[in-house]
């Protein structure tokens, strides 16, 4: 369908986007209460995602980073994949897997407590 005028303008599409996907319901209502409560923030996490997931070479930052130890790596499928942080406000927190050659992150969590793992 060819735009006319009036009409939003799409942003151009960029060819090193990630797919940013939920990985399962409890994901989805985390994501769902976080866009409520904290639009804006979740926003960056979401573009974050999308244009700077971490898996390539150019550094996140400090509200941003690859999680450590045993919570460095996650499943998805059979795949171990790198697993990531974002630091959406003080508490909340969104976790994600970093699937460089589908160029997918997988949001694991999202919430807005600290995922009980790193209690």
Not at 94 to 102: A, G
Request: proline share 8%.
């Amino acid at each position: 369908m060819t735009p006319k005028r009036g009409d939003d303008a799409a942003p151009p599409p960029i060819n090193n986007e990630y797919r940013v996907v939920l990985d399962d319901k409890d994901a989805a209502r985390g994501w769902e209460d976080l866009s409520r409560q904290e639009a804006s923030n979740t926003r960056w996490a979401y573009e974050q995602m999308r244009d700077n997931p971490g898996c390539r070479a150019t550094p996140p930052n400090g509200r941003h980073s690859q999680l450590k130890r045993e919570l460095k790596t996650g499943f998805h499928g059979n795949r171990e994949l790198p697993q990531w942080q974002i630091e959406v406000t003080g508490s909340a927190r969104i976790w994600y897997l970093c699937d460089d050659e589908k160029k997918t992150c997988w949001i694991k969590h999202a919430g807005r407590a600290h995922p009980k793992q790193t209690e």
